[in-house]
């Protein structure tokens, strides 16, 4: 996208070829614009009061439709760590709908009440946010069924 900051982690996965060495949490952060954007946004995830570590948490546009969660993956990506922290980096100054999913099945959306959600009601903006806390809940199946049917006749 133009004028986009862009940021690969690498994690651990880059080691020397002799003696296996590992450069610990490389990043490689590049622009399609002039500028890198700066802002970050730091949070926290917890599932019924423990932290939940290995979570995924996402960005989305402010604009996106709320089922946008099981059609498309987020703009910006992150994991939780093993205390339940979680971090973006390299962010603009705009708005974004924030989401945390346990994505057992790892394809980055949320796949309905086999999944724990949690997510912000309102948009947060990297420039005005300090700590954002996000808890996960599963969502109450419903069933639906059709309890009586009548054709009417003329």
Known sequence: MPNTTYKLSFGNSIVDIRESNAIQNFEYVFST?????SLAINGFVVSSNNIASNILVGLYLPNSEDSIIYKEKPLYISKTDVDGKFSFRYLPD?????????????NLMYDGSIEEIGFNINTINPADTTL?????FKEKPTKQFLKKMLTPEY
């Open 33 to 37: 614009g002039s500028i890198i954007d």
């Open 132 to 136: 954002i806390h996000l808890k996960l």
């Open 94 to 106: 705009s708005p974004f709908k924030i989401i945390a999913i346990k994505d057992d099945n790892k």
